[in-house]
């Protein structure tokens, strides 16, 4: 539909309405190649590709799990401070921020398959040191290191996933890195529990080291990826994009067809880019923060709030500090403690998987708000049993199976909604000129939180005690269902160029227009 058919609201059509009747176009296109062909199915090379990529959370996920037991290790044979165990496991979170804010400029300069490839690298290093560390200084400076390098995977393994999946299946593989920092929890709590007989010198070294395991198969694996065909398409390589797309698309036609919507979205963002002084990223950072439009301030806000509340949560804290949690429950040996982690991540597991699965069928939103107010239950009941157990003289054992089970749902809740929502939703509701700079100023502050959750989480609770502490996170997922509910649109089905219209005053009016006149020519914007 040529722009000069539709009819203005007054006579002249600001450069920003222009761009959005030129993103209209895109939605039509994208309309168009879905009705031509039954659906975008995934493309197993879509899927590989998309694997390979989010292989690289694996890393935090395996920090997450292997952390939790050998720190214990690390205290006895380094006979370090409650204080430093806090510093050295929020380390790993604060120091990701860097790697998070640099990842945004980066994967736009260099592309998103080099960037995994710096991510990889840089934590392939810091496991090694930590591995090799033969003092605390030389263990928290390893940490660091990997922390950067999980700031960079966190960033680009979603966005890259995102610009390479179809509209039907994005929720499932824009969830990957979730399923794969999930699958690390695991795997380090498998890997506490087989080396814990070890000397005490000598395991912790041995699980900390092994994760440069996966940092090295997905620094040698990235060599077959693709690069991101919308990136290819912001950098004006447009045979080079086609090629990618033919490689992930059903058919050729199809992959025409994509390629003609993203490219009319791309000129769109050049568009809007060239009204506002910004042109290929140069003054991005103030189109998001200094002068942003009110859709962009309204995509900020939801992903700033996802994230702050995906790790405000404390969930991540809580997997961290989980066996000083059952310790607190009553059960004390180590073996035993990793075993209740290792049922602990089972759980969890399952769930990411189910999330994952259902998730472009479902829809994020009903996911997100089940699985908060949820989590909201659980902590309370985990708040009023550990509350129980530190008034008793003796744990009763109802409180210590409450305690248990509320631990389990309140992961369990996390992997349905916040977990693997907060990557999809993060990645896909940005404009392609801002998508990897906005996603990683929105994961920036994810890795803050978290490094300060985790950093404070055993000083807190050590003044109102863990009880107290979980009311409190309980309240916190409270205010989260509440903003879930009224800052974030559903995404399910749309594609990437469609989701930025959700954030459009006149979103809900242009969608029901076009699908009123579908065979009319002219619409209202």
Request: aromatic residues 8%; charged residues 15%.
């Amino acid at each position: 539909m040529p722009i000069d058919s539709i009819p203005l609201k007054s006579n002249k059509l600001s450069e920003m309405e222009t761009s959005s009747a030129t993103a209209m176009e895109a939605i039509e296109l994208e309309k168009d190649s879905k009705s031509q062909s039954k659906g975008f199915g995934i493309n197993k090379y879509t899927l590989i590709c998309s694997v390979l990529a989010s292989t690289n959370s694996i890393l935090l996920g395996y920090d997450i799990g292997v952390m939790s037991g050998a720190v214990l290790y690390i205290e006895d044979n380094l006979k370090i401070s409650s204080t430093q165990v806090e510093i050295l496991v929020g380390s790993l979170n604060v120091l990701s921020l860097i790697g998070s804010l640099a990842s945004g400029r980066t994967s736009d300069s260099i592309g998103r398959r080099y960037t995994t490839f710096l991510a990889s690298t840089t934590f392939l290093v810091g496991a090694l040191l930590m591995g090799l560390a033969p003092s605390f200084p030389l263990l928290l400076a390893g940490r660091m290191i990997a922390g950067v390098g999980v700031g960079y995977a966190l960033m680009v393994a979603p966005v890259y996933t995102a610009e390479l999946s179809p509209a039907t299946s994005r929720g499932l593989l824009s969830s990957l890195p979730e399923i794969f920092i999930t699958l690390g929890i695991l795997l380090g709590y498998i890997i506490n529990y087989a080396l814990s007989d070890l000397p005490p010198h000598m395991n912790w070294r041995i699980m900390l080291g092994l994760a440069g395991v996966p940092a090295l198969v997905v620094g040698v694996g990235v060599l077959a990826m693709p690069e991101s065909p919308r990136w290819l398409v912001m950098k004006g390589k447009l045979e080079e994009a086609k090629k990618v797309l033919i490689k992930i698309s059903i058919n050729e036609t199809e992959a025409e067809e994509r390629l003609e919507a993203i490219s009319t979205a791309a000129d769109a963002d050049a568009a809007a880019a060239a009204a506002s002084g910004n042109w290929h990223g140069q003054g991005v950072w103030k189109e998001l923060l200094i002068n942003p439009t009110k859709p962009i301030r309204r995509m900020l806000i939801a992903a700033i709030g996802i994230n702050f509340f995906m790790q405000a949560s404390g969930n991540d804290a809580v997997m961290y500090y989980s066996p000083e949690v059952f310790r607190a429950a009553g059960i004390h040996r180590k073996r035993h403690l990793f075993g209740v982690n290792v049922v602990m991540g089972v759980t969890k597991t399952c769930f990411v998987l189910f999330s994952a699965l259902y998730l472009d069928r479902f829809g994020r939103r009903p996911l997100l708000l089940v699985g908060s107010s949820g989590m909201t239950v659980a902590l309370g009941l985990l708040g009023l049993g550990s509350k129980c157990m530190e008034k008793a003289n003796s744990r009763p054992t109802w409180a210590v199976v409450v305690s248990i089970v509320a631990l389990c749902g309140d992961v369990a809740l996390f992997s349905i909604g916040l977990g693997p929502i907060t990557w999809v939703y993060t990645t896909e509701i940005f404009p392609n000129r801002i998508r990897a700079q906005g996603s990683s100023l929105a994961i920036s502050l994810n890795r803050l939180v978290s490094g300060v959750v985790s950093m404070t989480f055993l000083s807190i609770s050590k003044e109102i005690t863990f009880g107290g502490m979980f009311f409190v996170l309980s309240g916190i997922m409270a205010m989260a269902t509440l903003f879930f509910y009224f800052f974030l649109p559903e995404t399910k089905g749309k594609s990437l160029e469609e989701i930025e219209l959700l954030f459009h005053d006149n979103h809900t009016h242009t969608t029901t227009t076009t699908t009123t006149h579908k065979n009319d020519d002219q619409h209202t914007i």
